[in-house]
């Protein structure tokens, strides 16, 4: 029920977006969200309906309309707004089959999310709000800022969607270019959500990773948005999302790359990532994405973890440290570097390369330095390193992993 009203949050409001404009976004958002709360209110009691998307989707649309005609300021474009939706017979009979015009729908709310008049912190913190359901708290957890911040965002990013400057609509083929690497971020994003949730007790929500990975198709579908750097994306997308299944133990524990049962990995979704990958090939230039399929396919195809190509996986991230000298991707490539060298030159790497105060606040952090520190024999300051990480950590079931790990140390 979650997934579904998570689901059908973003694309009522896309879809209703599309026909009521963006000017009255925060209509749409109102009568979505009561309708919501209607269907909770009703499908306990009598089941829910044969189609719950058409359901959703009619009550929303006539709740609009209701709500249009209550307005006593109505000026004279709105009155035309109700009677052309009126008198439109296809929109009494509205269903949300109509996968093109959905598809259509969320692809225009996609680039008008990504407009590039909004700042680009707001376009992520909207386009994770309007266009995939997340909540407020969220999309903070998302981007480790206060919720106040991000409800900040969504009002300004909102306050420019209403002021009529914003198109509703899939930008030409030229100015495709200049909106794309905003639109793939937040897709990326979202991935990563599913991938690590920040909060919640579940680790992982395979719908909000598969919600990017539709994402991304819609684009790849489309003749106009398809190309290389999308599918080194989509690459990347189904090599993460092959190890899935051997993520968590039948107990829900978290389990590390290295204790995975390989034979669990969804060879299909690995399959489907070379695909992607060799359709990303025909880029002329090298995106984080493709660095990051890279390295993601090096894990793939690696018999074992003692047999992962340490070294081809260092020099992309060598590469990617170019492109994107931030502290995560250079604490990311400590870690390949203490799995191929030892903990020492992990260690070394950390102390050296990563920016130590913006990761202060990142439970990861603490969590890679403690168990290099495991590694060396120095317990008193893995088990500080641990207990800093569980108290960073938003999600029930890495803190959990973590307290078992600090409970380990402290017995040994």
């Not at 570097?337 to 260690?347: H, S």
């Not at 990861?364 to 008193?380: D, K, N, P, S, W």
């Amino acid at each position: 029920m979650e997934h579904l009203f998570r689901n059908q949050s973003a694309l009522l409001t896309a879809t209703l977006t599309a026909r009521f404009g963006l000017g009255r976004i925060d209509l749409v958002e109102d009568v979505v969200q009561e309708t919501l709360l209607r269907a909770l209110k009703t499908w306990p009691n009598h089941g829910i309906p044969e189609n719950p998307a058409a359901w959703l989707y009619r009550a929303a649309h006539n709740l609009a309309i209701d709500q249009i005609r209550r307005e006593t300021a109505m000026t004279r474009k709105e009155e035309e707004i109700v009677r052309y939706l009126e008198s439109d017979g296809r929109h009494e009979a509205v269903d949300p089959s109509f996968e093109s015009e959905i598809s259509d729908a969320q692809l225009r709310m996609l680039f008008a999310c990504c407009h590039p008049s909004l700042a680009a912190d707001t376009q992520t913190a909207i386009a994770l709000k309007e266009l995939c359901g997340f909540s407020v708290n969220e999309i903070a957890r998302a981007f480790l800022v206060e919720d106040a911040t991000i409800a900040q965002r969504i009002v300004r990013g909102k306050r420019q969607l209403r002021s009529g400057v914003i198109p509703f609509e899939i930008p030409e083929p030229s100015e495709l270019a200049k909106r794309r690497e905003s639109i793939l971020r937040i897709i990326y994003l979202i991935f990563n959500e599913g991938y690590a949730r920040h909060s919640g007790e579940a680790l992982l929500s395979d719908d909000i990773a598969r919600e990017a990975i539709r994402l991304a198709e819609l684009l790849a579908n489309h003749r106009t948005t398809n190309h290389p750097d999308l599918h080194a994306l989509l690459a990347l997308f189904y090599f993460q999302i092959s190890r899935f299944p051997s993520r968590m133990s039948p107990d829900g524990e978290l389990v590390l790359l290295e204790d995975q049962d390989r034979t669990k990995w969804d060879h299909e979704a690995i399959a489907r990532g070379f695909q992607h990958l060799e359709l990303a090939a025909k880029a002329s230039t090298l995106s984080r994405y493709h660095l990051e399929a890279g390295i993601a396919s090096l894990h793939a195809i690696a018999q074992s973890f003692e047999q992962t190509d340490w070294r081809q996986m260092i020099e992309l991230y060598d590469q990617l440290v170019e492109i994107d000298n931030s502290p995560v991707v250079r604490l990311n490539r400590a870690v390949a570097l203490g799995c191929w060298k030892g903990p020492e030159v992990g260690m070394a790497a950390l102390d050296q390369s990563t920016d130590k105060e913006a990761l202060q606040g990142y439970h990861y952090y603490h969590a890679v330095r403690a168990e290099f520190l495991i590694q060396l024999g120095r317990t008193a300051e893995a088990a500080a390193c641990l207990n800093l990480a569980i108290s960073l950590a938003g999600n029930e079931t890495e803190r959990l992993f973590l307290s078992r790990k600090l409970t380990s140390l402290n017995k040994a």
